[in-house]
Structures are given as structure tokens and as C-alpha cells.
């Protein structure tokens, strides 16, 4: 029993960068399609797609982000070796990776449809550039609430 | 500053000159022409005439550019082209070239190279069918004649069977031959093992019993394949003959495709240049074409910069002496087109106003508004003074390079290396450089890096989500003094109070006495903070009565607008972004450093991963952060601040201008 504060850390670790990371790539997927449809018409909007397709792209960094956080707050990524964690800050570790791997994952497919949209509205009005850009990154804000709320969370969490 | 005085010209002409009018007003830049607003109004003659002959002409290059550009390898690569390595040409030397290039002749022979190259493939194609056919005919060995065109006597056909039907069939056409005519039936090899395959066969018979021999074949299961009445020799003969024609065709083919890449590489750059010039003298007629006519005189309206008048005036009245133009400002029901007129530190940010929607004319330019708030929030959300110096880098080499990129694209360049500015301030005082890269690599230089710093959002996150939420409350505050200055601006007094100077006072008062009551401010400024609350929340509720009937409908709906400080309450908290964008790159930086030490370690190939890791990884960690850092700070301009006051909605002035698509055209 006295490795479980470690797993529990590392179990967050993993669903924070797996679960946002597939939210990505799903999202990433989704905006790729219409980006491909829409640059079968025009090869000259390759750029401005590429742009918007890349926006659901964020959660799955912030994901790693997290993990990376976590396995550098157990020590297991110096050469020391892990920390000794009981199970309690082991589970501390673990909430605090919930929010962006939970928020990660759902908003990244869900701004991934945006941008998707998005792609289809300059194809017909290019100019609209602007106004394509901020609609996704609506979504996204919340994203980033999720990343603040677990960064937040990680540095409170005392270990070692 | 702000949105330019426009002047509305009224210029009558004789129709002589309409040609050099034209030419002279695209020249100039700065004039949008006026549409006439009657419907089904005919447009002057004389330009219709000019309008469809350049039709014509653009038709050609259109072709050529649609049929040539896929073929043509630029020579100059395509960053290049987009940053300015364009030819430089003027109108009259574009003329010349118009006028000593023969399009129809490219066209003639680029329509004869496309019609060759489809009809060498219909020939290919078929060719190919023939050779698929042919090589299952292998079984049979004698001339294919006699199946398609038969002898006086004999003829045959052709046919698949299921490889299990085939003994019935032998059976079936045995007894037919005991009773009246020879048949004789060739297989071609099958596996026996295999019952369901598909097996061809030949058939030779008598002509007179053709009909029941088919008949008999049919009801033993062979579908009949419908031999190519071209085939006549046996079938390896055909195949050989068939097989040599594809070699000949695909030469053919390719040979064709040369010549049209060669007709390409030489075309091509004439061709954008024309197309460039005709899509200009489109634009032109098409600017005159919107006049008003007599016999005799023509009368075109366009707006135009104030600033410009004198200068566009003396050069129209250059042309001809019977020339008539009057200057006016806009009349008050007037709406007219708004042109940004902003200082060379302001203009780069013009873009981010324009990609939302431009100001009406007598509306407020929100760009000088903005441009400090951005340029600090992109500072906060890159915030790396490593990653600030390698775009400043960039875009100065940039700029030493190429000496002839456009303004439009110069200028959203400039953002950049503004904004490399503001990231450089903040990395140094947040203590980032290419994310904890002194730290790891360099202590000796901590002491420094420690020294500058003022905010440290790693050990203390709490400061900078301060920071950032007091920069949304100012934000938002500004934005709401700006409503108010434009309310009272048209005297709407009461609205100016009721709606944006009574939540100003509200989100004021309570952050006075939030803070005072923490214990950060003195504590008078908690009374001070309670009485500006007080009497915003005291005028947020009266106001939401005002249109209202009845005492109870007013006190529902001033608790209703009360309950809007929820929204204030949102839009400061999303300004956390400032800060968790911030952490996004500083943490990024450090992971890159982090894995870049860990392969440090490995045995003697480390140092050279570790190289590649550490460069590879911040060039991606700079990409990825600068399109976070550019649209989040823009969402905080277009949601949060402009949601206080700016709506856009103007037209964009759009002058008429010569075409630059291919090549730099000077007038």
C-alpha cells in the first residue's frame, strides 16, 4: 500500500494528458475534414484553415502540460527518484488533474466543431478572418480555466 | 487620429477625357466611387464599349492562368513572393506589353496542346481496356477474326462460366453435335479445386445454327463478353500490338505535358502581368461605368480623404480645362465609408479593429483604445524574453531582407515586432527566459535574472492573477468611460449616467472596498469604496425602472439589472487567461529544457539530441504560444472591452486601386 500516493499521482498525470489529448485530436480531426473540404474548392486558403484547425490543438499541450507538472512534483523526472507520497497527497494530486483532463477533453471537441464552422464561413466570406478566430476561442476559454484551476490546485498540494 | 474627414466630390466631365479620368482617379489611391442609386440605370456607352472588350481580354488570361499556372515551377519561392520579391512595372509598360503580346496566339496553341493530350488519352484509355481484355483471351489460338467477323461458315463467340457448370456444358454441346452440327468448345486453364470461379471459354459453330447454339449456352450458365470488333489477329498478336501503342501513347502523353510546361514557364510571367492589368482596367470602367450621363458630359461622385483634396483636385483639373469638380462634406443623413487614419505607431493595430468591423464615420476608431491593452496582454501571455528576442530577431532580418513588402503585410509585421517588445519587458520582470533556460544551464547569470525580477508567477501565482484581473478591471472600466464619452458626446445624458457611469461606480466602488477590506488599501477607501457602490447600485435600479409601468415591474426589473453585475463579474475573471497563457509558455519552456537536460545524459550523442530538443522544441513552443498569445488578448478586445461600447457596422473605405496580385504595379 505504500507505492498507492505514487499511482494515484500518476493515474491523474496520465488522465490529464490522455484525456485532453484525445479531445484534440478529436477536435483537430473534425476541423481537418472541413479545412480538407473547403481546400479542394480554394488550395489558396491553406493558411487560414491551417490556423483555425490548429486552435483545438491547445488542450492536448495543456494536458501535457499538467503531466508534466505532476511527474516534476513527484520527483520522478530527476534523477533522485519519486517521492514517498501517501495516499491522501497522492489523491490530492489526482483532483487537481480532473479539471483539464475532464474540460480538456470535452472542450477540445467542442471548439473543434467550432472551428470546423469556422472553416466553412471563410471559405464564402474570406475577410471574415477575425470574427472565424474568435469564435473558437470562446470555447477555449474555458480550457484555460481548467489549466488555471489545476495549476492552481498542483501548487497547493504540499509534497516531499 | 481616429477616422479620417472624408470630402464628397461631384466631378462633371466631357466625355473625351473619361478614359484619362479614370486612370487618373485609380492612380490617386484615395477616391471610392459613388454607385448610382437608381436601379436599372444604363451605364455610359462608352465605358460599356471598353468593359466588355477588356472582358474579353481577362476572359484569355483567366484561361491561361487556370490551364498554365498548375505547369509553371516559380522560380522565386513563395515566402519570398509574399514578403515583396515581385517584378515592379508601371501601368504604360504593363500597356505595351498588352499591347505587343498576342494572347489569342498562347491560347490557340495552349488549347491545342490540351485538346491532344485528351485525345492521346481517350486512346490510352480505350488502349488500356483492350490490353485488360486481351490478356484473358490468352487461352485461344486462333485469329480473334473468326469471332468477330466469322468465316462464310463459321463463327464463335466468346463466354464465362462458373467452373462447376462446365461439365454440363461439355454435356449440352455434346448432344447437340450428335444430331446435327460439330461444335468445338476451347477452356481456358482453371484451377479444378476452385467451383465457383469464373472460367472463359470459346464456342466455334456453324453459322446456321448460331441461334440455338446461344441459346443452349445461356441456359448452361455462360455470360457472353463482347469481344472488340476491332480485334483480328490472334490474341497474343494483339496484345503485342496493343502493348507497343501504350509505350507510344504514354510517350506521346508526356511529351504533351512538357510542351505545355514549357509553354507555362514561358507564358506564365506575362500572363500575371496581364492579369494584373486588365483585372486593373476592370476595377476602372467599372468605377466610371457608376456615372450619370448627358450627351456630351459625364458626372461621377467619389468620396475622398480630406487631407488629399488639393493634390487629387489639381491633378484631375491638369487633364482638361473643361472639367467641373465640387468638394462638400457629408450631409447629416449622409453615411459615408470610414478610412483609419493612425499614426505609424497606432496603424499596425488598425488590422485587429478592421478584422472585427469598421467604425462608422462619425463613430468612434477604437484602435488607439486598444492598442496599449493589447500590446500589454500579448506581453503577459508570451511573457518570455528568450522567445521575444528571437521574433524581434526574425522580423528585423525580415525587414533587412526584403525591401519591398507590402504596407498592409509590413504593417501586421510590425504588430509583431511591437508586441516582441512588451514580451521582452514582461520575460525580464517574470524572469523567463526560454522558460527556466538560466536556471538549468546557466547559473551564473541567476543573480542577474533574479535581480530584475518583480513578479514570480511561479512561486507566486496569487500576484499575477492580481495583476491580471486589476488590468481587466481597468480595461473594462475604460471601456466603459468610453461609452459613456460617446453618449454624452450625442447627449444622451441620462443613458450615459444610467447605464455606463452607474456600473462604473458600482465595479469601483466594490474593488475599493474588496481591497480596503484585505487590508492593501487604507482604510477611509473602504467608505469610499461603500458610498461610490452605494450609489451606483442605487442608480443601476432606478434607471432599469424607467421605462417601466407600476411600482412592482419597476422593482422587479431594477433587481433584474442588479443581477447583471454577474456578467462584470465573468468578464474580470477572463482575464485569468492573461495569466494561466503566461504559465502556458513558462511552463513549456521549461518542459522543453527539462527533456533537453534529460537527454543531455545520454552517452556521447546527449549534448547533440540535447542540441536539437532544446532548438526544436522552443521554436514549436514559440509557434503554438504566439497564436494563443495573439488570439486571447484579441477575444479580451472584442468581447470583454468592445462589449461595453463598440459595435462596428461602418463600411470600410475601399478606393479604387490597380491590381497587385502578381506584380508590384506602379501608376
Known sequence: MEMLGLSLALFGAALAAALAGIGSAIGIGVAGGAAAGVMTEDPNKFGSCLILQALPGTQGIYGLLIAFFVLNKIGLLGGAGAYALTWNQGLQIFASCLPIGLVGWYSAIWQGRTSAASIQMISKKPEAMGKAIILPAMVETYAVLALLTSILMLMGVQVG | ?667
Open chain 2, 1 to 667: 487620429m481616429g477616422v479620417a474627414k472624408l470630402k464628397k466630390a461631384e466631378l462633371y466631365y466631357h466625355k473625351s477625357v473619361h478614359e484619362q479620368i479614370a486612370a487618373a482617379l485609380q492612380e490617386t489611391g484615395a477616391c471610392q466611387i459613388i454607385s448610382t442609386t437608381e436601379e436599372n440605370q444604363t451605364h455610359p456607352a462608352e465605358v460599356e464599349a471598353l468593359i466588355s472588350k477588356n472582358e474579353e481580354m481577362l476572359a484569355d488570361v483567366r484561361y491561361l492562368n487556370r490551364t498554365l499556372t498548375p505547369h509553371y515551377v516559380d522560380p522565386v519561392p513563395a515566402l519570398d513572393r509574399m514578403l515583396g520579391e515581385r517584378p515592379e512595372v508601371t501601368m504604360s509598360e504593363l500597356e505595351e506589353l498588352a499591347s505587343t503580346t498576342d494572347l489569342k496566339a498562347v491560347c490557340d496553341k495552349t488549347r491545342n496542346v490540351e485538346h491532344d493530350t485528351a485525345d492521346v488519352r481517350l486512346k490510352l484509355s480505350e488502349a488500356r481496356l483492350n490490353v485488360s481484355i486481351l490478356s484473358s483471351l490468352g487461352f485461344f489460338e486462333y485469329p480473334l477474326s473468326v469471332i468477330t467477323e466469322g468465316t462464310q461458315t463459321l463463327t464463335g463467340l466468346v463466354g464465362t462460366i462458373k467452373a462447376e457448370k462446365i461439365e454440363g456444358l461439355k454435356a449440352a454441346l455434346g448432344d447437340f453435335s450428335l444430331f446435327a452440327h460439330d461444335t468445338e468448345l476451347i477452356i481456358a486453364p482453371y484451377d479444378v479445386k476452385n467451383k465457383t470461379q469464373d472460367v472463359y471459354v470459346a464456342l466455334l459453330y456453324a453459322r446456321s445454327v448460331e441461334a440455338s447454339v446461344k441459346e443452349l449456352c445461356a441456359k448452361n450458365g455462360v455470360s457472353f463478353v463482347e469481344i472488340p470488333a476491332t480485334f483480328k489477329e490472334t490474341p497474343a498478336e494483339e496484345l503485342e500490338k496493343y502493348t507497343a501503342s501504350i509505350t507510344d501513347l504514354e510517350a506521346k502523353e508526356s511529351d504533351l505535358a512538357e510542351k505545355l510546361a514549357a509553354i507555362a514557364q514561358e507564358c506564365v510571367p506575362t500572363v500575371q502581368k496581364l492579369s494584373d492589368y486588365y483585372n486593373s482596367l476592370a476595377t476602372r470602367y467599372n468605377g466610371t461605368a457608376q456615372s450619370e450621363e448627358t450627351d456630351c458630359a459625364m458626372l461621377t461622385r467619389f468620396w475622398l480623404p480630406a487631407s488629399r483634396a488639393d493634390e487629387i483636385r489639381a491633378k484631375i483639373e491638369a487633364i482638361s480645362p473643361e472639367i467641373d469638380l465640387t468638394l462638400a462634406d457629408p450631409e447629416p443623413g449622409e453615411e459615408p465609408p470610414s478610412l483609419l487614419n493612425n499614426g505609424s505607431l497606432i496603424r499596425p493595430f488598425n488590422i485587429l479593429t478592421e478584422l472585427y468591423s469598421s467604425p462608422t464615420y462619425r463613430g468612434i476608431d477604437p484602435t488607439p483604445l486598444l492598442a496599449p491593452f493589447f500590446w500589454v496582454f500579448f506581453g503577459m501571455c508570451l511573457g518570455d524574453a528568450g522567445y521575444a528576442l528571437v521574433v524581434f530577431g526574425t522580423i528585423l532580418y525580415v525587414f533587412k531582407k526584403y525591401k519591398k513588402i507590402s504596407l498592409g503585410v509590413k504593417d501586421f509585421i510590425k504588430l509583431f515586432l511591437f508586441c516582441s517588445v512588451s514580451t521582452f519587458i514582461y520575460g525580464v520582470i517574470s524572469g523567463s527566459f526560454f522558460g527556466n533556460f538560466i536556471d538549468s544551464f546557466v547559473p551564473i547569470l541567476v543573480p542577474l535574472k533574479n535581480s530584475l525580477m518583480l513578479v514570480d508567477p511561479m512561486t507566486n501565482p496569487m500576484q499575477v492573477l492580481g495583476i491580471s484581473l486589476l488590468l481587466g478591471v481597468i480595461h473594462l472600466m475604460f471601456g466603459l468611460l468610453i461609452a459613456a464619452y460617446d453618449k454624452l458626446r450625442s447627449g444622451q445624458f441620462i443613458d450615459a449616467i444610467g447605464n455606463d457611469i452607474s456600473w462604473f461606480l458600482l465595479i469601483v466602488g466594490l474593488c475599493l472596498l474588496g481591497t480596503g477590506m484585505g487590508g492593501m488599501l487604507p482604510p477611509h477607501f473602504v467608505q469610499i469604496g461603500q458610498a461610490m457602490a452605494g450609489i451606483g447600485a442605487v442608480i443601476i435600479f432606478l434607471y432599469a425602472g424607467k421605462g417601466k409601468k407600476g411600482i412592482i415591474s419597476k422593482i422587479i426589473s431594477g433587481f433584474l439589472a442588479l443581477y447583471g453585475s454577474t456578467s462584470y463579474l465573468g468578464d474580470i475573471l477572463s482575464y485569468s487567461r492573461l495569466l494561466a497563457l503566461g504559465f502556458g509558455s513558462a511552463v513549456i519552456g521549461m518542459v522543453i529544457n527539462l527533456l533537453g537536460g534529460l537527454a543531455a545524459d545520454i552517452p556521447y550523442v546527449g549534448w547533440l539530441i540535447a542540441i536539437v530538443v532544446i532548438i526544436g522544441g522552443h521554436i514549436f513552443s514559440i509557434a503554438i504560444n504566439i497564436l494563443g498569445s495573439f488570439v486571447h488578448p484579441l477575444r479580451l478586445q472584442y468581447v470583454e472591452f468592445f462589449g461595453k461600447f463598440y459595435s462596428g457596422g461602418g463600411e470600410a473605405f475601399t478606393p479604387l486601386t490597380l491590381s497587385q496580385e502578381y506584380v508590384n504595379v506602379k501608376a
